[in-house]
Structures are given as C-alpha cells and as structure tokens.
C-alpha cells in the first residue's frame, strides 16, 4: 500500500521556523517529483513547493519563495519542507504529494494524511 506520512507540525510564532517532514512507503520516492500543498480552513488546495526527483531543479509559489526550502533525502525516502519567518497566513495543513503545481487541486492516493502548522503570536 501507499502511505505519505507527514510529521514536524506544530504551533509557531510569527517570525519563527519548522521543518517538516514526509516519509514514503509502498513506492520509490526517488521515482518521482514531488511536491508541498497546504489546504487553510475554508480554503481549497495551494500549491507551495516541488522538487524533481534527483533534487536538481525547486520550484516555489511566490507567497513562500525566499521563506521556505524544499529538500528530498531519496535513500531515506524522505521529503523536507525547512519553513522560516512564517507569518500567520502560512496556518494551514502541509500536505506531500506525489503531483507538480496545477495539478495539486485533488486529494488521491498519492497525498499525505497532512500535518498542522499554527503560526500565531
């Protein structure tokens, strides 16, 4: 079976920093690009950060780029958002995701259960 497991979320103040983290089971991460999408309260799916699948090539939504890196540990099968000076707009729940911008908009097989990022003061 397919699992994506998130981990690393949490309650931060503005300003402030968190990693988080997703390990993929039942596929070979390393086979595939992947992605960050957050889904806010109220609010459909955005798209914030993809890497290829060799980590050669990062791509970020404006709102984040600059303040957040993406990463991929392909021998640990493992995925990283690294998050700094995050701002209260950022609360949401981060999702990995096997899928590349646009097409992020529906969860499937191939997204995380998420995991809960707070920023507030």
């Known amino acids: 079976e397919v699992q994506l497991v998130e981990s690393g979320g949490g309650l931060a103040q503005p300003g402030g920093s968190l990693r988080i983290s997703c390990t993929a089971s039942?596929?070979?991460?390393?086979?595939?690009?992947m992605s960050w999408v957050r889904q806010a309260p109220g609010k459909g799916p955005e798209w914030v950060s993809g890497?290829?699948?060799?980590?050669?090539?990062?791509a970020y939504a404006d709102s984040v780029k600059g303040r957040f890196t993406i990463s991929r540990d392909n021998a640990g099968n493992t995925l990283y958002l690294q998050m700094n000076n995050l701002r209260p707009e950022d609360t949401a729940v981060y999702y990995c995701?096997?899928?590349?911008?646009?097409?992020?908009?529906?969860?499937?097989?191939?997204w995380g259960r998420g995991t809960q990022v707070t920023v507030s003061s």
């Open positions: 995701a096997r899928c590349w911008r646009s097409a992020c908009q529906i969860r499937d097989d191939y």
């Open positions: 039942g596929f070979t991460l390393s086979n595939y690009a």
């Open positions: 890497v290829w699948r060799d980590g050669g090539f990062t």
